[in-house]
């Protein structure tokens, strides 16, 4: 019983400043000091270190799900709508929630890892020692690398998804190249372009304010700090997975649809 | 300078130190002796402000520091340079940047009159040949000796503060890290060194507190250290006539 009580005291405390963490990385985005170096070097680290895996996985993909798409729907006749359903798939829920994960196992674990190690090796403490705010020097630069790259990187590979599937399409399944473009066109429209584009925001900043906590309150040598950068992980597929389920009915609310 | 009054602390439900009272001058050299977590650390960050105690006072000449604000305590830091264990150098930055980080923080000193000043300070050591070294690329002995160089790189401290600073090193490179302690003491700064050696403490302090439990159970000169009858204490002053094992 009192260890239950414990283990919730702990846990209402982790969320605030959990809590905490997130509202002041946001608000740290808009006031000075500003760390312009970091930033870059935090951006550099998260976008160009992550493309080579994310153009990996995103073409493999792309052509994964053209191929499972055309065997399926080979059989009910309907092939020539092979582009319309990866376009909308991979635009408004496979592009953005793929590229998250993998940002989240790349990027957030070493941020995860980084920051923990900083923890244990005192070099918070000393950055605080010497005046400056962690949250400033490690926390807002990482956020801010984040919410910039990870939308880009959707882009980059919701593209390059698409080529994959357009390869399967038209030299696979033998289906009409022009067609493919059109019906790709078709599904281009404001609305799965914008339920596409907002996720990758709110999927980074979370990444990075969840691997950044873990980060900061790493303790225990080095078993906590493998436990911490697993935790991280975790939690960050967790939150991507749950925040996909909830903009997807916010998105298709305002956006006027129905299910 | 530092006084200590009736302070307790604990990392969540394990009490690490209850209700010690102390207080340190200026120009003391002391020693804080005691096992592992039984809490010498946590009295050097709970001096800096870098933790909270659960109850009690600190005082920093004089004044309160328990309540004070993050940016508040930035003035009572600047009287301390503090060494962390092994050095805690930032790893992303090269010696020159570690040693440079606290003069880009403090001063407004021109890109010149940085890499002036840094290399001062690190002839004072003997490594101004490292500076584009990186940390990885240091012995032990070397993260110690850029460290405390780092720590005193902005101002002059009124008292250091050092964690554990010859741990790990072998006796030839902990000799010179006790050198170096000793020398910068010697226009009459006090320090607190944390420590499990012994060996060294006798070599560089004057007054000795010993830890047990969370709490000091021992605080006094090195004579009196020497005929304590505290089993731990005992225990700790066998490294001075170590016989091996049979």
Known sequence: MRIGTQRIRELISDLQDFYLLSLNGLLGMVRQPFYYRDTVEQMDYAGSGSLFIILLISLFIGMALSLQLSAELSRVGLKIYTGKVVGISIIREIGPVLTAVVFAGRVGSGMASELGSMVLGHQVDTLRVFGVDPMKKLVVPRILSAVVMLPVLTIIGDAVSLFGAYYIAVFVSHQSGAFYWSSIRDVLVYENVLAGSIKPFIFGYLIACISCYMGLSAKGGAIGLRRTTTKAVVVSFIAIIVSDFVLTRVLLYVLGFTV | ?246
């Open chain 2, 1 to 246: 300078m530092i006084e200590f009054d009736r302070v307790s602390f604990s990392y969540g439900p394990r009490p690490v130190l209850k209700e010690i009272s102390f207080s340190i001058a200026e120009n003391e050299r002391v020693a804080i002796l005691g096992g592992s977590g039984d809490g010498k650390t946590t009295i050097l960050k709970l001096v800096l402000g870098l933790l909270r105690p659960d109850s009690g006072r600190i005082l920093i000449d004089g004044e309160e520091i328990t309540q004070k604000a993050e940016d508040e305590l930035r003035d009572i830091r600047i009287r301390f340079s503090i060494v962390f264990q092994e050095g805690a150098l930032f790893d992303s930055l090269s010696v020159k940047e570690n040693v440079a980080f606290p003069l880009r923080e403090y001063t407004r000193m021109k890109e010149e009159e940085i890499d002036q000043k840094v290399r001062e300070l690190l002839r004072r050591v003997g490594l101004e040949e490292a500076i584009a070294l990186m940390p990885e690329e240091l012995s032990g002995g070397m993260h110690r000796r850029v460290a405390i160089m780092r720590s005193m790189a902005a101002f002059e401290p009124r008292m250091f503060l050092y964690d554990e600073p010859t741990s790990g090193l072998d006796p030839v490179s902990a000799d010179v890290i006790c050198r170096l302690v000793l020398h910068l003491s010697q226009k009459g700064t006090g320090f607190i060194i944390v420590t499990h050696k012994v060996f060294d403490a006798f070599k560089l302090a004057e007054r000795f507190m010993f830890l047990k439990a969370g709490t000091i159970v021992f605080d006094g000169d090195k004579g009196k250290m020497l005929h304590s009858t505290i089993p731990e204490i005992e225990i700790f002053l066998r490294e001075l006539n170590f016989t091996p094992y049979h």
